[in-house]
């Protein structure tokens, strides 16, 4: 049993309640090796921003569990190499979905753990979070639950339909559960096609995919319920033009990829909306940059000449984000 609190890390219990009185956003990034950590941890120490760091199965398949977990502990102490003297710093299980994985970050050092079971019939779900509940909680660990499905895929997580939170069952729920933060589904969506074109409409000047609005009535009336509780956006990537741009120049295809315009997140992260998940997006900066050199330096072969750029353009995302759309820099 390790304690997150050996590690320097913190849990989301007072970023949450901070993130909503100051009407800003913590940024959710998702990380799978050294150059994506390394490009987080830079924009958020370099911003002051307070940060949760992600780590979905897919990232324990590729990468392994206890490796992940290790880089952690390493990211904490990095910061504080970078001059950040207090990191604001939360590992996150996203997507957990089952008490036994719960359980196994929790014991191994992980702040924070979602307990995915909104797939499950209402009861269901209820049941598991709580299991979830109450063994983290004995550990101060926090946890995030979902409520109503997201459309798209997420490493094993898919769904080809989206189905809005039911603000009737958000009271009943969190109360029942005792879980610290609630996921929702408003309309955002997993992966880099969030919306298939005829749910769009198309900018006549430049052809592109205009996505349909986010269900803020959906979101306001789960406020109205909830007042200050923490929520939660997952599939909040914008899917930036200028990198599926450079990735079809550079010999890519991805068609019509369309994301979350920002606007509508910077909106969001106002309200009570305090976890806001972006890892598409960082998958985009880092395919692009990695193109552009393949195309522009055929006989390049030494893999820190093409991870290094796309490390910069990740860090360079990441900033963007954090002082563009969620404003939380500054809160660590
Ligand atoms: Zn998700």
């Known amino acids: 049993m390790v304690s997150f609190k050996d590690l320097g890390l913190v849990n989301t219990r007072e970023m ?12 959710a990034f998702n990380f799978n090796n050294m150059e994506q950590l390394q490009a987080i941890i830079k924009a958020s120490a370099e911003t002051k921003s307070p940060v949760i760091l992600q780590v979905s199965k897919g990232a324990r398949n590729y990468a392994n ?4 977990r290790y880089m952690a502990e390493g990211a904490v102490e990095y910061a504080k190499e970078l001059g950040w003297e207090n990191p604001q710093i939360v590992l996150h299980l996203d997507h957990g979905d089952s008490f036994e994985l719960c ?3 929790v ?16 009861e269901e779900n209820i049941a598991l979070t709580k299991k979830v509940v109450e063994y983290a909680h004995q550990f101060d660990v926090t946890v995030e639950a979902e409520l109503g499905v997201l459309a798209g895929v ?17 009271i009943e729920f969190s109360t029942r559960t005792g879980c610290d933060s609630l996921a929702i589904s ?5 992966g880099a096609y969030k919306f298939r074109p005829e749910q769009c409409t198309r900018d006549p000047k430049t052809g592109r995919l205009v996505p349909p609005p986010l269900a803020f009535d959906v979101l306001d009336a789960i406020m109205e319920k909830l007042p200050g509780f923490p929520i939660v956006l997952h599939g909040s990537s914008s899917v930036p033009q200028e990198y599926v741009d450079m990735i079809n120049k550079y010999g890519g295809k991805l068609p019509d990829a369309v ?3 920002e606007e509508q997140l910077r909106k969001a992260a106002k309200s009570a909306v305090c976890k806001i998940n972006i890892d598409s997006d960082s998958r985009l900066a880092f395919t692009a940059a990695v193109r552009k050199v393949f195309a522009e330096k055929p006989a390049e072969f030494d893999p820190r000449k093409y991870c290094g750029p796309a490390r910069d353009e990740m860090e360079r995302l990441y900033k ?11 809160k660590a």
């Open 16 to 27: 949450f309640a901070k993130a909503i009185d100051g009407g800003y956003a913590i940024p």
């Open 65 to 68: 569990q206890t490796l992940l």
């Open 103 to 105: 359980k196994s970050c």
């Open 107 to 122: 014991d191994f050092g992980f702040s924070s753990v979602m307990i995915d079971a909104s797939s499950l019939p209402f």
């Open 154 to 170: 997420e490493d094993e997580v898919q769904s080809e339909v989206s189905h809005y939170t039911k603000p009737e069952e958000v």
């Open 186 to 190: 408003i309309g955002t969506s997993h």
């Open 259 to 261: 994301g979350i315009p």
């Open 320 to 330: 963007h984000k954090i002082i563009e759309v969620l404003g939380s820099d500054g």
